[in-house]
């Protein structure tokens, strides 16, 4: 069974710095395109940010770009988002999700929490 | 930006009743290029529909996705108990990747 399970989430100030992590298991990771989605608390689905499968192709959110970092390891199975000049808007759950060849959320990890509180 | 609005808002059905949600964007998707997601409290998204109108995998019949262009409708043909839940399209034709704003369907 396909699964997907982030970790890495937690309470930060403002302007700190934070790395997400999503372990992939159960499908041939390195044949999807992944993504990262964020939800705030009580309000709708918010795109982040997507890297292909290879690597070769990365995209951003205007609000996140220049302060999110999006990679993987096809070795590891893995997906990261690296997060720094954290701001209050930034506080949601934060969705791993994995595409196949368009770019659609076919697969979800239940997500991890992100605070960015003082 | 290609912006996704959903309507209405909130709909309330009763059980066994069916249910029509609407998605438009700002112009038009391409090829179709539009998923709907179920979302329950607590849960992760769970896509129901992509290319507008091809059920995911183990998505029961009653749900079908229809419409083309820039309108697009998610249909649930007899609401069971389980449907009540936010409902979020998503167009994947252009960057950014963008969602409609939600419909919740609760129990009338």
């Known amino acids: 069974e396909a699964q997907l399970v982030e970790s890495g989430g937690g309470l930060v100030k403002p302007g700190g710095s934070l790395r997400l992590s999503c372990a992939a298991s159960?499908?041939?990771?390195?044949?999807?395109?992944m993504n990262w989605v964020r939800q705030a608390p009580g309000k709708g689905l918010e795109w982040v940010s997507s890297?292909?499968?290879?690597?070769?192709?990365?995209y951003y959110a205007d609000s996140v770009k220049g302060r999110f970092t999006i990679s993987r390891d096809n070795a590891k199975n893995s997906l990261y988002l690296q997060m720094s000049s954290l701001r209050a808007e930034d506080t949601a759950l934060y969705y791993c999700?994995?595409?196949?060849?368009?770019?659609?959320?076919?697969?979800w990890g239940r997500g991890t929490l992100v605070t960015v509180s003082s | 930006e290609i912006v996704m609005t959903q309507s209405p808002a909130t709909l309330s059905v009763s059980p066994g009743e069916r249910a029509t949600l609407s998605c438009r964007a700002s112009?038009?998707?391409?090829?179709?290029?539009l998923a709907w997601y179920q979302q329950k409290p607590g849960q992760a998204p769970r896509l129901l529909i992509y290319?507008?109108?091809t059920r995911a995998t183990g998505i029961p019949a009653r749900f079908s996705g229809s419409g083309s262009g820039a309108e697009f409708t998610l249909t649930i043909s007899s609401l069971q108990s389980e449907d009540f839940a936010v409902y979020y399209c998503?167009?994947?034709?252009?960057?950014?990747?963008?969602f409609g704003g939600g419909t919740e369907v609760e129990i009338k």
């Open positions: 998503q167009q994947y034709n252009s960057w950014p990747l963008t």
């Open positions: 290319a507008a109108s």
């Open positions: 159960g499908f041939t990771f390195s044949d999807y395109n």
């Open positions: 112009q038009s998707v391409g090829s179709n290029y």
């Open positions: 890297i292909s499968s290879a690597s070769s192709y990365k």
């Open positions: 999700a994995g595409s196949s060849w368009y770019w659609y959320f076919a697969l």
